[in-house]
């Protein structure tokens, strides 16, 4: 029996995959749902989970800071609690990749269309005006994504320092440790501070770019 190696199957994978994103889209549109609408419903829902992620990385540094200031009490409790934020930080910013990815894919099924379909005017003036609404479409979304995945790429460092004093503390759960937890809940306020202003930025992009192809014509 032949095996083919796991390498030589990645091609057919994505293969598969895209084709599995076709058959959807297929499937959709004979439900009444084109690919344009389908697009805003994808940046609308990356937009909540980048808001949801904003929240949860805002909760995660008071549940830190109020650990770096405990006096007494139950203190391996309070390490659960820091810990459950850090957790639920990581399944938001895995969330808001797997949103983001969902956009881009999505985007790509419709631009490849919409310039198929410049091929089948007749009219060269209708042509011109549909490649100028595509061409403006594919700008705001180039900046989009740009917006989208910096704030993206801003939870990974919060993420990988959370991680570490989450790490750290369940080895060192005393009042020493804690002690030396004031720098870094300092350090954690100024990242996190940059990582929401981001986010607030691809928050608003996000709500502009949905105005926009609500309000613009199609292909």
């Known amino acids: 029996m032949r095996f083919t190696s796991p390498v030589s199957a990645l091609p057919l994978f994505a ?33 909540e989970s980048q808001e949801e992620a904003k929240e949860q990385f805002v909760s995660a540094l008071e549940q830190f800071k109020s650990l770096t200031g405990f006096r007494g009490g139950d203190l391996e409790k309070k390490y659960d609690e820091v ?8 399944e ?23 310039e198929g379909e410049l091929k089948q005017y007749s009219s060269r003036t209708m042509r011109l005006d549909s490649q100028r609404k595509l061409d403006a479409t594919k700008g705001s979304f180039v900046r989009l994504m740009e917006v989208m995945r910096n704030a993206e790429a801003r939870m990974k460092p919060v993420l990988a320092t959370l991680n570490d004093q989450v790490l750290y503390l369940k080895h060192n759960l005393n ?30 992009d996000a709500a502009r770019f949905i105005d926009e192809m609500k309000e613009g014509g199609g292909g």
Do not use: P
Not at 83 to 90: I, M
Not at 175 to 201: K, N, P
């Open 15 to 47: 293969l598969l995959l895209t084709g599995c994103a076709s058959v959807e889209y297929k499937i959709r549109e004979s439900f009444g749902q084109h690919k344009r609408e389908l697009l805003v419903d994808r940046v609308e829902t990356a937009k």
């Open 83 to 90: 810990k459950e934020q850090c957790d639920r930080c990581a």
């Open 92 to 114: 938001r910013a895995t969330d808001v990749s797997e949103r983001i990815a969902a956009v881009e894919d999505v985007a790509r099924a419709l631009f490849r269309e919409w």
């Open 175 to 204: 009042a020493r440790a804690i002690a030396t937890l004031g720098g870094v809940s300092a350090e954690l306020q100024r990242d996190i501070d940059v990582l929401v202003e981001d986010m607030e930025r691809a928050i608003d």
